[in-house]
């Protein structure tokens, strides 16, 4: 139901809470009416109750029971969607995991665009209420989520930048060209750290990125290095930055200038260390130049229409798609209706939900792309001969994902229901507002840091099981369930898991847009609070 004080934010995510008040704590969930399963959302004991079958075992948090005798061969339904089939036959009331499910995907596939699916989905979504039952509720595909009216027309406190862009952060970085000069890099940061402790000024942070590349690299894996490199000098939550190279090294400095391309002089400086006499003395003296300029920056209002935010998940369970998930695609469909963007990554965590996406493309030219950047990594799977579809990792399996089917429906849960505008290869900038897709892998630093390399001011990364590190960016994380937020209050910033408990969708949502504008204003979260701060470049190749 929508008031007169309300707006509804339409084609929200696949996947959404009920709104009902009376239960204190849900037990169990059946996502969608045509499921064969449930999923416990706490941990169940045998002889309990769950759409009326009795447990014959325990179900941890997570897992998922079995609601009517299935027969080897049978397809498991999850999502409304089939995450894979059991190997051995498997009675009502137990629990199915990874040991007696398997994938039914495999190789390469053959796609067609067929958008009309996408807006039946849309067109379809029920528009009441879940349907409640005394200790479950059942999550419908859709309704929308309603937020209040205030919502709209929201504000943040950033950075303008000379190039148009905006920063969040106002931060000087060093930059190695090359892995030999870590060490130098990181003696500049902390010394130029203790000489500006104390002082007044805008910058929050002095920050070194040591890698391992630069040299003794070929083809793809060296320009990758740079491309990424580059992409930082021009990202705006620097302030200023300081690139540092031994000059010996494959990434040669002059060659590495031309690819990054006309800068501000006066906050991007270079140098090479085999050319100055003590390079140390010399990075600080260019670390006085910028900071001379950049800590006079101010934070001024900027619309939130100017935001990029990068969605990933890491160490997910069984609830990823059913709490933090859903909950990051409200917030992306409703940044993206505020004119800002969005960034979904992870393209082996696509596969078994790349359909969905296809068909939500605003035009065959994105759908073209986005086939190519499915099967390129699937290509890339079998030139390595390696299995394209064994992705659930040993902690996703403990937390109750089986199939990489199961795990892509979760992971696409992030990015709503919106229109896919731009697909992205890696190293590439965002150039269109709205959702994109970026070519990555599923690892949580490599993936990050290509989210922000693409110009993400922000990650915002769920996650079931925890995890503490941070990219080059704020790096907030989203916990899926209570226990992990109560245990590991130093790394996790929100909790989605009181939308398995007791809070619904649309008291949560507007309660997280507030924290990630806070977080865009300047507020920490605890990867910055900790200093856990690292870059890890994509490689494929050979090390010379």
């Not at 792309?369 to 890339?380: M, P, Q, R």
């Not at 897709?437 to 990364?461: H, Y």
């Not at 898991?497 to 619904?504: K, P, S």
Request: hydrophobic share 40%; aromatic share 6%.
């Amino acid at each position: 139901m929508v008031t007169d004080d309300s707006t509804v934010i339409q084609n929200g995510p696949s996947v959404i809470l009920s709104e009902a008040k009376n239960l204190l704590i849900m037990k169990y969930i059946k996502i969608n009416p045509d499921d064969n399963v449930a999923v416990a959302l706490t941990d169940l004991q045998a002889g309990e109750s769950v759409e009326g079958v009795k447990l014959s075992a325990d179900v941890p948090r997570g897992h998922k029971v079995v609601l009517k005798d299935m027969k080897a061969g049978d397809n498991v339904i999850k999502y409304g969607y089939p995450i894979g089939h059991v190997i051995r036959d498997a009675a009502a009331g137990s629990m199915v995991d990874h040991s007696c499910i398997k994938t039914n995907l495999e190789g390469l596939l053959e796609y067609k665009y067929e958008p009309w699916k996408a807006e039946i989905l849309r067109r379809s979504a029920p528009q009441d209420d879940s349907v409640v039952t005394d200790d479950s509720t059942v999550i419908q595909n859709g309704p929308s989520v309603i937020l209040s009216a205030s919502e709209e027309s929201r504000t943040f406190k950033g950075f303008r930048r000379a190039d148009g862009q905006v920063g969040i952060r106002n931060q000087i970085w060093i930059i190695p060209t090359v892995g030999c000069v870590n060490g130098i890099c990181e003696q500049i940061a902390r010394r130029f750290r203790a000489e500006i402790e104390g002082r007044a000024g805008s910058v929050d942070a002095v920050v070194a990125f040591p890698h391992n590349y630069g040299c003794s690299q070929l083809g793809a894996d060296h320009q990758n290095t740079r491309t990424i490199l580059a992409d930082m000098v021009h990202h705006p939550n620097a302030g200023g930055v300081l690139v540092v190279s031994l000059g010996c090294e494959n990434n040669q400095l002059d060659a590495f200038r031309e690819l990054a391309g006309p800068v501000d002089e006066d906050r991007v400086k270079m140098f090479t260390c085999q050319q100055v006499e003590d390079e140390v003395e010399f990075g600080l003296q260019k670390l006085r130049e910028i900071y001379a300029v950049c800590s006079l920056d101010e934070r001024v209002d900027v619309p939130v229409s100017e935001l990029r935010v990068g969605l990933k998940c890491g160490g997910s369970d069984g609830l990823s798609g059913i709490t933090a998930n859903p909950l990051l695609g409200v917030f992306s469909d409703w940044i993206v209706a505020q004119g800002g963007t969005t960034v979904l990554t992870e393209v082996p965590e696509m596969f078994g939900a790349e359909t969905i996406l296809m068909n939500r493309c605003q035009d065959e030219a994105t759908f073209d792309k986005t086939v190519s950047l499915i099967n390129d990594f699937k290509e890339y799977f079998m030139a390595q001969g390696m299995p394209v579809y064994e992705n659930p990792s040993p902690g996703n399996k403990a937390g109750g994902i089986s199939t990489l089917e199961e795990k892509s429906l979760g992971c696409t849960q992030k990015c709503g229901k919106s229109t896919v505008r731009g697909v992205l290869k890696y190293g590439e900038r965002l150039s269109v507002k709205g959702l994109n897709l970026l070519s990555a892998p599923g690892n949580d630093l490599v993936a990050s840091t290509a989210l922000a390399a693409a110009g993400c001011q922000i990650v915002l990364f769920t996650t079931g099981r925890g995890t503490p590190f941070g990219s080059f960016v704020p790096t907030m994380k989203i916990s899926t369930n209570t226990p992990l937020f109560e245990h590991k209050n130093g790394w996790i910033d929100f909790n989605a898991g009181v939308l398995a408990q007791d809070q619904t969708m649309a008291e949560v949502a507007p309660r997280f847009i507030d924290a990630v504008l806070a977080a865009a204003s300047g507020e920490p979260v605890n990867n910055e609070l900790h200093n856990y701060r690292e870059i890890a470049i994509f490689k494929s190749g050979v090390t010379l």
